[in-house]
Nanobody, 123 residues
Framework: VQLQASGGGLVQAGGSLRLSCAAS????????MGWLRQAPGKEREFVAT????????YYADSVKGRFTISRDNAKNTVYLQMNSLKPQDTAVYYC?????????????????WGQGTQVTVSS
């Protein structure tokens, strides 16, 4: 599966952004999807994941209550709605796909990756 992320940008603290990730290739609905991020000098970290049907989601504690992951299998797209953004949310955000049967909460659990989109939150 090929993934293309978009929607990043520069936003002030407290603002919102919506990331999108369009998938092509094999059947999108057969993949668990996730969002991960990597800040400068840090390891890539898990942000959110969603099951194949969209009925199950998991979030990192640092974004719980502020971020929402969703998917539209008819459009082959997964989204990440980010509200109440903080400067510490600044990172390159990646969408990723896994052939796992259950949601994945680690970076190494994902096989396919998009190219990343930069999110910068100013204080």
């Amino acid at each position: 599966v090929q993934l293309q992320a978009s929607g990043g940008g520069l936003v002030q603290a407290g603002g919102s952004l919506r990331l999108s990730c369009a998938a092509s290739g094999r059947t999108f609905a057969s993949y668990v999807m996730g969002w991960l991020r990597q800040a400068p000098g840090k390891e890539r970290e898990f942000v959110a994941t969603i099951s194949r049907s969209g009925g199950i989601t998991y979030y990192a504690d640092s974004v719980k209550g502020r971020f929402t992951i969703s998917r539209d299998n008819a459009k082959n797209t997964v989204y990440l709605q980010m509200n109440s953004l903080k400067p510490q949310d600044t990172a390159v955000y990646y969408c990723a796909a896994s052939e796992s049967r259950v949601p994945v909460t680690t970076a190494r659990g994902f096989r396919s990756w998009g190219q990343g989109t930069q999110v910068t939150v100013s204080s």
